[in-house]
């Protein structure tokens, strides 16, 4: 087999694979999300200062979120796009927390913007990294087979 001909697809191949995992680590392009975290603290844990909402009394959307956040197995989940972001809690880099009191139990629900952080800044890096490499990956490869 000519190598000359075999790099070139070798190239492409790759920086396909480059643009596709850049657009994996982003699998909410363009999205609001939010980020939920629910951990139990007893009656005693909610301080006196603190309002405690009932679970009841939430948006849809919160009930929903909470649920999500108790019933995963490390007590965290993430929503995507803004018409399911409850409304009465604020998503940004700072975190926020209500308590919920749910079927006689109290809970501390923290919440915040979802690739907030600098682990968000690590991602938005490699992605960047992977797209550009990606297109570079095509473009020699596609320059090497018109030649």
């Known amino acids: 087999m000519d190598r ?4 070139p697809a070798v190239l492409v191949l790759l920086g396909v694979i480059a643009l596709v995992g ?5 699998p909410h392009a363009g999205q609001t999300g939010g980020y939920h975290s629910v951990e ?3 009656g005693s844990g909610v301080p006196d200062d603190e309002e405690t909402l ?3 009394a939430l948006s849809p959307e919160a009930q929903d979120a909470f ?3 108790l ?3 490390d007590g965290r989940s993430v929503v995507w796009g803004a018409s399911n972001l409850a409304p009465e809690f604020y998503y940004s880099d700072d975190e ?17 913007q979802a690739g907030a952080g600098p682990l968000g800044v690590v991602q938005l ?3 960047g990294f992977l797209g550009i490499a990606g297109i570079g990956l095509l473009a020699i490869g596609g320059y090497r087979y018109r030649r």
């Open 67 to 69: 649920r999500r956040a």
């Open 96 to 112: 926020g927390y209500r308590y919920v009191r749910y079927e006689g139990e109290y809970y501390l629900l923290s919440f915040g």
């Open 22 to 26: 850049a657009v994996a680590l982003y």
């Open 4 to 7: 000359g001909a075999f790099l």
């Open 125 to 127: 890096g490699i992605r």
């Open 54 to 56: 009932a679970f009841e």
């Open 40 to 42: 139990r603290v007893g």
């Open 71 to 73: 019933d995963a197995p």
